[in-house]
Nanobody
Framework: QARLEESGGGLVQPGGSLRLSCQASRTIFSGSTMGWYRQAPGKERELVARIIWHGTASYAESVKDRFTVSRDNAKNTMYLQMNGLKPEDTAVYYC?????????WGQGTQVTVSS
């Protein structure tokens, strides 16, 4: 069964770090370009990072040099290391393929950056 499951969110102070994980089923993950997305209250969902099968990554300008996306193809898992977190990074974070497959959106994981 095709599935995606995000984890690792939480409450962190400005300047802090979090590492998100995305566990995917093999049918989704294998060979796919994957992406991390986020949706802040009152805003549309946006792509923040993407990574192709062989590891080349790209980032939204707002997170460049602070976030690092990686993947472990043997474990069908993608990660997002977030450093230097800012209040404006507060959002629900989702993973999906890139471009996304509509029916695969999961619950996401909440990241709150606040003092």
């Amino acid at each position: 069964q095709a599935r995606l499951e995000e984890s690792g969110g939480g409450l962190v102070q400005p300047g802090g770090s979090l590492r998100l994980s995305c566990q995917a089923s093999r049918t989704i993950f294998s060979g796919s370009t994957m992406g991390w997305y986020r949706q802040a209250p009152g805003k549309e969902r946006e792509l923040v990072a993407r990574i192709i099968w062989h590891g080349t990554a790209s980032y939204a300008e707002s997170v460049k040099d602070r976030f690092t996306v990686s993947r472990d193809n043997a474990k069908n898992t993608m990660y997002l290391q977030m450093n230097g977190l800012k209040p404006e990074d507060t959002a629900v974070y989702y993973c999906n393929t890139q471009p996304p497959i509509r029916h695969l959106w999961g619950q996401g994981t909440q990241v709150t950056v606040s003092s």
